[in-house]
């Protein structure tokens, strides 16, 4: 991964060149001389200088954001991550794969990390801005394996297979929640990928899996058709998410939300989105392959969400 920051300032220029030969006493004296003289100009500068109250060092705001591009980027590993609940029952995926196919140039197109101001009497929002790939160079292939330990049964349940997804334009937001603990995000979304597949005998076997092909997920027009723009599910002012714990009689809870449009930072409605899927199909060994054809939702709104997972 390599990164940089953005835009770029004026690099300083090579340190001057030293001239050959030992350097006596009229070298030394010369440079206590430009020595005095930097301490007198120093002291010009600073009899000229006055205190910057608070009110003015909490308005300066930096321009420099930070630009990086996953070139080359491949992780693999036998890592593991388990989720375990009260009673001892627990879910893990492991072995994670990743990979990302290259633009034709580096930087051409980067993920952009900035801190920007928020709405009216809200706090700062960090914003990571997907590249906007519009020549779909930059595609993704995924895989793990996952299994569930519950009721006496441990069970492994094969691989998650992921092919071909490409994010064009969208990203996250992540602020301070406005009246509550946690964290504030957004989503935006436009994103295709090629295959998704559930294979119960492992990443490698095709012969048997459940495979959602041709899926696009993106904001609509009018008629439902998905556009090229992304589909904002959240919105850390107009339609906040929020990440935190909450308490409740049987002790503290994992919660996931999206609140309700906030007409007072946007226009008071939920953003449209759309779900394309080009074709569905089952494969077994031995059987014909179970074609159930294309799904489409033209026009999908999220008006309020509350997930708070049990104990």
């Known amino acids: 991964m390599a990164a940089r920051s953005r835009p770029g300032r004026a690099a300083a220029g090579p340190a001057p060149a030293r001239a050959a030969g030992r350097i006596g006493k009229p070298a030394l004296a010369l440079g206590l001389s430009q020595c005095l003289s930097l301490c007198l100009s120093l002291g010009v500068c600073a009899q000229a200088m006055e205190p910057l109250p608070d009110a003015a060092l909490s308005a300066v705001r930096g321009r420099d954001g930070v630009s990086f591009d996953l070139s080359g980027f491949a992780m693999s590993g036998d890592v593991r991550m388990r989720y375990t609940t009260a009673n001892g029952a627990s879910i893990y995926k492991e072995k994670l794969s990743a990979s990302r196919s290259d633009s034709s140039s580096a930087f051409a197109d980067p993920y952009k990390l900035d801190i920007v101001s928020g709405a009216a009497g809200l706090a700062d929002v960090i914003q990571l801005a997907f590249p906007v790939n519009a020549l779909g160079e930059q595609k993704w292939q995924l895989a793990y394996d996952w299994g569930v330990n519950a009721d006496g049964m441990a069970l492994n349940n094969g691989s ?19 009246g509550y603990d946690g964290i504030a995000f957004g989503v935006g979304l436009r994103m295709d990928i090629g295959q998704l597949a559930f294979r119960p005998n492992g990443r490698a076997d095709t012969g048997e899996q459940m495979a959602l092909s041709g899926i696009r997920i993106g904001a609509v027009d009018a008629d439902g058709n998905i556009t090229s723009r992304p589909w904002q599910l959240a919105d850390v002012a107009a339609q906040p998410g929020v990440l935190n714990a909450l308490n409740d009689d049987s002790g503290p809870r994992l919660h996931i939300g999206i609140g309700w449009p906030d007409a007072r930072n946007g226009s008071g409605m939920a953003p449209a989105g759309g779900l394309q899927i080009d074709n569905i199909a089952f494969t ?25 997972f049990r104990r």
């Open 284 to 308: 077994s060994p031995g059987k014909p392959v179970v074609d159930l054809g294309s799904s489409r939702i033209g026009a999908i709104e999220i008006q309020y969400l509350d997930i708070k």
């Open 160 to 178: 998650v297979a992921i092919r071909d997804l490409a994010w064009y334009g969208g990203g996250l937001q992540f602020s301070t929640p406005q």
